[in-house]
């Protein structure tokens, strides 16, 4: 076991074993450096939540009364930066868990590796995990042997795995950024995609057409309808698609689509729902200009009518989080790159979200 370093100002390099005060346990024993940059720690919101390695991406869960999270992990590589993002590389998976959001944060360790997964070439990025009848379902994006993404799932008894993935990819599923939302029926469904490098650019009415290379090739025109994201309601046994998947349409206030020029409030990636006072809340990452908006409907399926920002830009090139109620109370993970200042090697952080009496969301600001 070994212990992890739950806040900590900026100021010098630091290793996981030199850590004090709030502590977490692990079952990898492999401490990481992490090299600090920022001298200005005072200056975010909140503090990382893991400084032993880089993490992003987090999709949190309270399962059995626990706070689990799911997040892609960061690890710098030899693979070349381009606007494809090829050098967001990761390899593996962790799960985290918290009794409380004061509590100390526990490691389980690896519980997924690319190596694991009988169709996944690279490149496990975000990911996201269900519970069912007992059974934990880890949903996670990969490429396959001809650099296409899709999303796979694992299977485990806990939610901290181990996780058994399965041998295929789910049939009809592409793109990136799984997240599958429990309604309040028992229903679950799957919003996925995202642009640029999570090539939904790519596909029309689910399918594929190598539009080109660059990331732009395949979006509308700025005038033309946004690109949204993709809602598949799931099988009985949580492995497939029970329907055809949809485009989820975002409008604006008097009821038209968003435009693809309007890069302050279009889909991006990193598609999330939530559930308040019986309306469904999509929230999302318009990317390149690095907010996370809100949409709002009376449908899991939508059209949802954009209402305004959740977070304000972070730190770091992309901003991708998860929205959970906590005993009555509701939190926003998302990441920054307060530990690294790069781009691909983030850290994840968490603080409160406030759903005004109008049931639109408090504008959080991550940088003071």
């Not at 806990?158 to 429990?182: C, H, L, M, N, W």
């Not at 305004?308 to 920054?336: A, M, Q, R």
Request: proline share 7%; with cysteine; aromatic share 12%.
């Amino acid at each position: 076991m070994k212990n992890l370093i739950y806040s900590l100002p900026a100021l010098v390099a630091v290793t996981l074993l030199a850590s004090c005060g709030k502590s977490t346990e692990s079952t990898d024993t492999a401490a990481t450096e992490v090299e600090v940059i920022d001298s200005t720690a005072s200056k975010y919101l909140s503090q990382p939540l893991i400084t032993d390695h880089y993490t992003a991406d987090p999709s949190a869960h309270v399962f059995d009364g626990k706070i689990y999270i799911y997040p892609s992990h960061d690890v710098e590589s030899d693979v070349p930066e381009d606007d494809l993002g090829a050098h967001f590389n990761m390899m593996d998976y962790h799960v985290y868990s918290m009794d409380s959001p004061t509590s100390p944060i526990v490691d389980a360790g690896k519980v997924l590796g690319v190596d694991d997964i009988p169709w996944a070439k690279r490149q496990l990025w975000a990911p996201d995990a269900a519970e069912k009848d007992g059974k934990y379902y880890l949903y996670f994006p990969a490429k396959d042997e001809n650099d296409i993404f899709k999303i796979g799932v694992a299977v485990g008894d806990s939610p901290t795995g181990p996780f058994t993935a399965q041998p295929e990819a789910i049939k009809g599923s592409y793109s990136i950024d799984p997240a599958v939302y429990e309604d309040t029926d028992g229903s679950y469904y799957m919003y996925f995609g995202g642009i640029w490098g999570g090539q939904l650019q790519k596909y029309r009415a689910n399918k594929f057409d190598d539009k080109g290379p660059a990331p732009t090739d395949g979006l509308p025109s700025d005038d033309e309808p946004a690109l949204g994201p993709i809602i598949a309601k799931m099988s009985e046994d949580m492995l497939e698609f029970a329907e055809t998947p949809k485009e989820v349409m975002i409008l604006d206030q008097n009821g038209d689509p968003i435009l693809n020029g309007d890069n302050e409030r279009r889909f991006f990636e990193a598609a999330w729902v939530h559930k308040y006072k019986g309306t469904y809340y999509l929230s999302y990452s318009t990317g390149d200009t690095h907010f996370i908006a809100y949409a709002t409907s009376d449908s899991p399926y939508g059209p949802f009518t954009y209402q305004g920002v959740v977070l304000n830009p972070v730190d770091g090139w992309t901003n991708h989080h998860s929205i959970v109620e906590v005993d009555g109370e509701w939190y926003i993970f998302y990441h920054d790159t307060q530990l690294s200042g790069k781009t691909h090697l983030r850290n994840i952080k968490m603080t409160k979200l406030s759903h005004q009496a109008d049931g639109s969301i408090e504008t959080i600001d991550p940088v003071k």
